[in-house]
């Protein structure tokens, strides 16, 4: 196993040429910040100051301190304000973002830049959720060692190759800070994946349960106790993992961190149906839940009405996002049996006098048993008329930001026309869902 170890670290660790440019950076940002807000301002934080940085993933990422008297929304206009001229007077390429509140992000010789705004407090005093970082990167380095950083790249890789790095709404998945702190807990990466193999959700690593807001992971936040550390782990992120740490014990091979499966991929007797629709500029994580709250509002009205979806995803491409469902049919018969109320109800008699005055019933009230019973036609036969209907008459519980985009949508079963608007990585994410298996689970079958 430790070879298989040595093999993915030769190409997960950063090149020592990225390390040289990524320091050069980060002493050229930290002075150009200091320049403008003083002295002591500036903090390199992230993976590249704690060591655990992975080969593909390289990003400098520098905090500016503010006081805490400095209002945020004037610590973040500065700090967007300055950060755009930094990033630009070294020659990079800027673009804003947003987490807690915004922050610059740039692109300079080939690295990802960050520069974000905190505050200079002390431990429980945080004004804002970042206010953690730069306290998290001290205890990290204070407590890991040298070898830990190495096992935290296995940890990070294992992780990224099914998806299930990061923190974020469309991840829910493990931070970078949460593999250090399991690593840090662990001590190596394969004493991580015995441990991990055993779980079962929910999962406490220390503390009692009942402390903090229900959740299948808990780890205690060092830094503080009160915060969950794991908190945005999904159960299944968390199930992948144990899944994973399993097939891997059982039969070792470095395609887990690095290989990707290449079986064929079957569409005989599935049906698929994609939306395919532009959405607005706003923050990922603000965008990601309203596709979400969408896809699952439109999911649970397909199945109230007959298209029971086997299973659905949502992916943003850039401007544009895509829900895609796999259901068990795509159309329906034209009439459905409709179930009224026992015959000594009280509201039997109102159902045989509502039945005859309905233009949709294909068949009057009869008895069965003690109930009755009627016929009904369907007006939507068609999964892709019925989810328009929806949309264009607001029927559905979706979000409100995207209701309009929605309107504007294009709605198919045929896979080629989705693919045909995705870019390389909405392909990529198509495929997946299509494929529906793990790559992990594909390839440990594909190693049998």
């Not at 997960?12 to 002295?39: D, H, K, N, Q, S």
């Not at 630009?88 to 804003?96: A, E, P």
């Not at 790559?439 to 594909?446: D, E, G, K, R």
Request: proline letters at 6%; charged letters at 25%.
């Amino acid at each position: 196993m430790r070879q298989i170890f040595e093999q993915v670290l030769e190409e997960i660790r950063p090149l020592p040429e990225t390390l040289r440019v990524a320091a050069e950076l980060a002493e050229r940002l930290v002075g150009l910040v200091e320049e403008f807000f003083g002295p002591g301002t500036a903090s390199v934080e992230g993976s590249f100051a704690k060591g655990t940085m992975v080969r593909g993933r390289e990003e400098v990422d520098v905090f500016v301190h503010f006081k805490p008297g400095v209002p945020v929304e004037k610590a973040s206009q500065m700090v967007l304000a300055r950060g755009v001229e930094i990033v630009r007077s070294l020659g990079g390429v800027v673009r804003l973002r947003y987490a807690s509140h915004p922050y610059v992000e740039g692109f300079v010789r080939g690295l990802r830049v960050n520069i974000v705004p905190c505050y200079d407090v002390e431990y429980g005093r945080w004004i804002t959720p970042v206010d953690r970082t730069p306290h998290h990167t001290r205890y990290v380095k204070k407590t890991m060692d040298e070898g830990m950083a190495d096992e935290t790249r296995l940890l990070k890789a294992f992780l990224m190759n099914d998806g299930l790095y990061g923190a974020e709404i469309r991840v829910r998945g493990f931070s970078g800070y949460v593999c250090e702190l399991l690593i840090i807990k662990h001590g190596s990466f394969s004493a991580l994946l015995e441990r991990v193999a055993g779980w079962r959700p929910p999962v406490v690593l220390d503390g009692d349960a009942s402390e903090y807001q229900e959740a299948v992971m808990i780890l205690p936040d060092p830094v503080d106790r009160s915060r969950n550390a794991a908190a945005a782990v999904s159960l299944t992120s968390l199930s992948k993992f144990i899944l994973k740490s399993k097939l891997f014990l059982r039969k070792p091979a470095k395609s887990f961190f690095t290989g990707r499966p290449r079986a064929e991929i079957s569409l005989e007797d599935r049906r698929f149906m994609g939306m395919v629709f532009d959405v607005p500029e706003k923050p990922p994580d603000v965008l990601w839940g309203e596709l979400q709250k969408t896809m699952n509002g439109l999911g649970r009205a397909l199945t109230t009405h007959g298209y029971r979806p086997l299973r659905m995803e949502c992916w943003l491409d850039g401007f544009k996002a895509v829900i895609l469902y796999e259901l068990d049919t795509l159309t329906l018969p034209a009439v459905y049996l409709h179930v009224g109320p026992p015959v000594w109800s009280r509201s039997a008699v109102e159902f045989v006098e509502e039945q005859a005055r309905k233009e949709d019933v294909a068949a009057c009230p009869w008895v069965s048993g003690d109930r009755l019973y009627s016929l009904r036609r369907r007006k939507y036969t068609n999964a892709v008329d019925f989810v328009r209907h929806l949309v264009d008459q607001d029927l559905a519980a979706v979000s409100k930001e995207l209701k309009p985009y929605l309107k504007k949508m294009t709605t198919t079963t045929d896979p080629q026309q989705i693919l045909s608007t995705l870019s390389q990585e909405g392909k990529a994410f198509f495929e997946e869902f299509i494929r529906a298996c793990p790559s992990f689970i594909a390839l440990y079958n594909s190693s049998h």
